[in-house]
């Protein structure tokens, strides 16, 4: 059974988004859950490595909907997984086969090789840009060394 990932959203953290509430890209907002009746808040279940965390999507009431992942779940989320002001979060649609859709989470650290710049894209999207996980089963690295070439 073949997985599809589509990425929701993903952001290098702020200050706020650490601290109070992570914003979202309003843009994105049609790839949540919908919202029963017209309402401002849904519920859904995240997986994160190999727990499953529940998280509030909320909008404002009136005017701009300004969507945020917040309250005590997001605190819980954020405290659990120690995030830190620049640290990469990013929220995935996966799609099975056959089966229901669920929502996944990856959050990293950012490490930068060369000075190669992120510009806001997807850091595996760049050739010399790493990212440290910073959850237990998150992104892996294999390095293999060659023996030095000696003539």
């Not at 049609?30 to 994160?48: A, C, D, E, Q």
Request: with cysteine; charged share 20%.
């Amino acid at each position: 059974m073949e997985s599809q990932f589509i990425i929701v959203f993903s952001k290098i953290l702020t200050v706020t988004d650490v601290k109070k509430s992570l914003a979202v890209p309003s843009s994105t907002l049609h790839l949540f859950p919908p919202f029963i009746n017209g309402g401002h808040k849904v519920t859904f279940p995240v997986v994160s490595g190999t727990s499953r965390w529940t998280i509030d999507c909320t909008t404002r009431r009136m005017g701009y909907k300004k969507p945020v992942l917040s309250g005590k779940p997001w605190l819980r989320f954020a405290t659990a997984h120690k995030l830190q002001v620049g640290d990469r979060f990013t929220l995935y649609e996966v799609k099975d086969q056959g089966g229901p859709s669920y929502y996944r989470v990856e959050v990293g650290r950012e490490i930068y090789f060369l000075g190669i710049p992120d510009g806001g894209a997807n850091a595996m999207g760049h050739q010399g840009l790493l990212r440290q996980p910073t959850t237990p089963y998150g992104v892996e690295l294999a390095l293999t060394l060659a023996p030095p070439n000696v003539e």
